[in-house]
T-cell receptor, first 113, second 114 residues
């Protein structure tokens, strides 16, 4: 079956760096997404990885290793507003046109002062 | 401004009543999706549509129905057959083409069935 694993909760301190891991087990691979979701709000797109390596976008970076079925989201210079749930999602390889996503349960990050 | 709108933000219904949730997008996206989110459950796909007049069941379609008569609109009806309808419902859309094809989400509708 298809499966995505993320830690349920994480805590970090304002100004620090935090790494949120995601491992996936799927029958194929066509891309991985990270979304941010604040409580009671809609998810917003953060990053996309399809090739191995690091993608950097300001304070946020995302890394992918396809051979290990592993990704992480790195948040630098943490701010209080970064307290949110971070969702990892993988394209469903069984979907003919790759439009469906398989979602992890999300990692709830609490940033403390 | 382009975006996705969902209305209403909060909705209350009595048990046994059907209710329709609205989703409209002006992003000119081909694909649209409906998700349900429950605490600790993550996003679960209810229905999705790749083009007008076509839609497919997702992982938890039982008790729900949709239509896609216009590109901009993808309403979801929660029927009385849905056993646990109280949840946060999210609508999303994507271009359907392109390298990334990320999904953009509406603000969601929180449905409470009393």
């Amino acid at each position: 079956g298809q499966n995505i694993d993320q830690p349920t909760e994480m805590t970090a301190t304002e100004g620090a760096i935090v790494q949120i891991n995601c491992t996936y087990q799927t029958s194929g691979f066509n891309g991985l997404f990270w979304y941010q979701q604040h409580a009671g709000e809609a998810p917003t797109f953060l990053s996309y990885n399809v090739l191995d390596g690091l993608e950097e976008k300001g304070r946020f970076s995302s890394f992918l290793s396809r051979s290990k079925g592993y990704s992480y989201l790195l948040l630098k210079e943490l701010q209080m507003k970064d307290s949110a749930s971070y969702l990892c999602a993988v394209r469903d390889p069984g979907a003919g046109n790759n439009r469906k996503l398989i979602w992890g349960l999300g990692t709830s990050l609490a940033v403390n002062p | 401004d382009g975006g996705i709108t969902q209305s209403p933000k909060y909705l209350f219904r009595k048990e046994g009543q059907n209710v329709t949730l609205s989703c409209e997008q002006n992003l000119n996206h081909d694909a649209m999706y409906w998700y349900r989110q429950d605490p600790g459950q993550g996003l679960r796909l209810i229905y999705y549509s790749q083009i007008v007049n076509d839609f497919q069941k997702g992982d938890i379609a039982e008790g729900y129905s949709v239509s896609r008569e216009k590109k901009e609109s993808f309403p979801l009806t929660v029927t009385s057959a849905q056993k646990n309808p109280t949840a946060f419902y999210l609508c999303a859309s994507s271009m359907g083409t392109g390298t990334i094809n990320e999904q953009f989400f509406g603000p969601g509708t929180r449905l409470t069935v009393l």
